[in-house]
């Protein structure tokens, strides 16, 4: 294990594309929350009546609706090279020729990833929370604040897990990548366009299903409130518990796939 640990670490950090993807997803955030905090003013955060306008800067806005996880698909991408660049460049027989503990190869990959992406989602939540204390007015933080900034770094994380897990299934490292990105822009959107339809038409009740959505799902759980999931009692929600359930299920699926597709299938 400690040998397939100090390949990974010297993977990860000798590569270029993991510092664009870490640079780019803390710049485009930081670019983000500056534009929140200079926007922003007492007056807007009273009228909103939003006590914890400040997690919405310090997440880059990702703890309301209107924002994605503008740092995700950074990392979602990330995940993929990790194990992508192994069936890229043909590295992939070398490497478990080298270490050929399967297990301890994918768990070293996934470590290194998860701590490279808590790292980097470190310091964006540093970044962030720097321009709220120096362009907002009257910035508050509370103990409220710390369930959507760690669910925003467990979906960071678990996007980024699904990125590594999928270029395992693919076997290709462009193809995990436009599947692990297109799920939660184009297949989620479509689906709940259709349910909703379909609820509006008929029984809205199957609306609901709309929660079994996992990247959805994980998203709802960093809302600050997460009452802005309901959008105004629009949706009816299965509450903050359920949601980070989904998501992390979802993820787990996928990595199960992952790790059953690395072990089972021939080099």
Request: a neutral charge; aromatic letters at 12%.
């Given at each position: 294990?400690?040998g397939a ?21 803390i710049?485009l ?13 007492a ?7 939003i ?19 503008l740092?995700a698909?950074?990392f979602?991408?990330?995940?993929a090279m ?12 070398a ?20 701590g490279?992406v ?9 970044l ?24 925003y770094?467990?979906?960071c994380?678990?996007f ?10 693919f076997?290709n ?26 609820g509006?038409?008929s ?13 959805s ?23 903050v ?14 990595v ?11 080099a």
């Amino acid at each position: 294990m400690t040998g397939a640990l100090k390949y990974e670490w010297v993977r990860i950090r000798t590569i270029a594309s993991s510092y664009w993807m870490s640079g780019l997803a803390i710049g485009l955030s930081a670019a983000t929350a500056l534009l929140i905090a200079l926007f922003s003013s007492a007056g807007d955060i009273e009228e909103l009546n939003i006590v914890q306008f400040t997690s919405w800067v310090v997440t880059a806005g990702a703890s309301f609706p209107l924002i994605p996880v503008l740092a995700a698909p950074f990392f979602a991408t990330m995940g993929a090279m990790a194990m992508g660049h192994e069936y890229r460049y043909g590295t992939n027989k070398a490497t478990l020729t080298a270490l050929p503990d399967r297990v301890a190869v994918y768990a070293a990959k996934v470590i290194i990833l998860v701590g490279w992406v808590t790292a980097a989602v470190a310091a964006i939540l540093l970044l962030d929370l720097a321009m709220a204390w120096l362009f907002m007015s009257n910035p508050t933080l509370s103990s409220d604040a710390i369930r959507p900034v760690v669910n925003y770094w467990g979906y960071c994380v678990g996007f980024a897990l699904a990125g590594l897990s999928l270029s395992a299934v693919f076997r290709n490292q462009t193809g995990a990548i436009v599947a692990v990105l297109v799920w939660p822009y184009v297949i989620e959107p479509i689906i709940y366009g259709v349910l909703g339809a379909i609820g509006s038409s008929s029984d809205a009740g199957i609306i609901r299903l709309t929660n079994l959505l996992p990247s959805s799902a994980g998203r709802r759980s960093i809302f600050d409130p997460y009452e802005l999931a309901g959008f105004g009692g629009a949706i009816d929600t299965w509450g903050v518990g359920a949601s980070t359930l989904v998501f992390w299920v979802g993820v787990l699926i996928v990595v199960g796939a992952g790790v059953a597709s690395f072990i089972n299938r021939d080099a």
